[in-house]
């Protein structure tokens, strides 16, 4: 079963691994200024440094209970600032923020969760605590 926990950390990075390249580029950039983000420039790149850390400390499963925090921190913002399905008017937008909305507080609620029981049994953090170092 703890080989579950594994899987589980890699399924739940992929998300925030393979889709944070978008964060780079000057299309996410002048989406997140359409979307009233204060300093965009800065704001975007840096978000997405935030959530590859987040999201290859929980697969790696190192310090996995940061890594857990760095994706909360880098998801609230995001979720409120960029799917605020409440700002929208026409109803496929509404619908597709909402989902977006949705999508993202479980995964902060899936966050929540690392930061408090941590990688579980096959990760860098329990080698290192059972070594003693």
Known sequence: MKYVLVLGRF???LIFL???KG???SHAIEFAESKNVPLAFIMVPLSGIIAIIGGLSILLGYKAKIGGWLIIIFLIPVTFLMHA???ETDPMQIQ???GNFMKNMA???AAIYITYFGAGPISIDSL???TGS
């Open 107 to 109: 995964l902060i609620g």
């Open 85 to 87: 399905f409440w700002n």
């Open 128 to 130: 290192i605590s059972r």
């Open 23 to 25: 964060n780079f580029t």
């Open 96 to 98: 597709m923020q909402v």
């Open 11 to 13: 399924l739940y990075s």
């Open 18 to 20: 393979f889709t944070m």
